[in-house]
């Protein structure tokens, strides 16, 4: 196991899922606007509801504060702002749970002989936990998180992902996430995509990709199993 990584035992054939964790697998929009909103505070900005906040969010996430405030944070207020948002989602985190399903879709996935990853901006040291937590790590050849500075997009991580993945072909792996960042990385190393509409993204924001665009975690494994022929 690398440095940054953890590897689960899950089943490893030519069908995989890469998943992304906040907003999809995990449940968490509740604790993301509570956190989103204490940050904007800082800076004297209105707080959002959830709908325009689905409707500004984007990746990397300075640009989405340049949407409201006109222009790109400076260093000191990006710093701020980013140490207050992890300061108050840490704290109400703790109350959010899995999205609904989740746990029949995984291992109904990987008793199909499919396997699955998790790759997520969350920071490393805190998303590894969170996944053990729930009891669900096994399923999954590789559960990866952030370890550098916050912030950015994911394609690059994608690269590095499924790299590590030896034997998981791009063609045959489908992206399941709730923003359209998880689709640009699926497309940047030859994946497929499907996006949720139950996290950071409205749906008309998400159809704006171009790719398939789902209302339930059970419709987008069917999704991914119509993409790659399983």
Not at 26 to 32: E, G, I, N, P, T
Not at 164 to 189: F, Q
Request: proline share 3%; hydrophobic share 40%; with cysteine.
């Amino acid at each position: 196991m690398g440095a940054g990584t953890f590897s689960g035992m899950g089943t490893h054939t030519d069908a995989h899922i890469v998943w992304d964790w906040n907003g999809t697998l995990f449940h968490d929009v509740d604790a993301v606007i509570g956190a989103t909103n204490a940050a904007f505070a800082e800076l004297g900005l209105e707080p959002l509801t959830l709908e325009r906040y689905r409707e500004l969010y984007c990746v990397p996430v300075p640009k989405f504060y340049e949407r409201l405030m006109g222009r790109l944070p400076s260093a000191a207020e990006w710093e701020l702002m980013d140490s207050t948002f992890h300061r108050h989602y840490t704290r109400h985190h703790v109350r959010c749970g899995l999205a609904e399903g989740v746990v029949e879709l995984l291992a109904g996935w990987a008793s199909a002989g499919r396997s699955q990853s998790i790759l997520s901006l969350y920071g490393h040291e805190e998303l590894v936990p969170l996944v053990r937590g729930f009891g669900i790590e096994t399923h999954f050849l590789r559960v990866e998180g952030r370890t550098g500075p916050s912030g950015g997009g994911k394609a690059e991580h994608m690269v590095r992902h499924l790299s590590a993945l030896a034997g998981v072909d791009p063609g045959r792996t489908v992206v399941i996430g709730d923003a359209a960042d998880d689709a640009v990385a699926a497309l940047h190393v030859g994946a497929r995509a499907v996006l949720y509409t139950g996290g950071s993204h409205g749906r008309a924001s998400l159809e704006a990709v171009g790719v398939p665009v789902v209302d339930t975690l059970r419709e987008a494994v069917r999704e991914a199993e119509r993409l790659v022929g399983a």
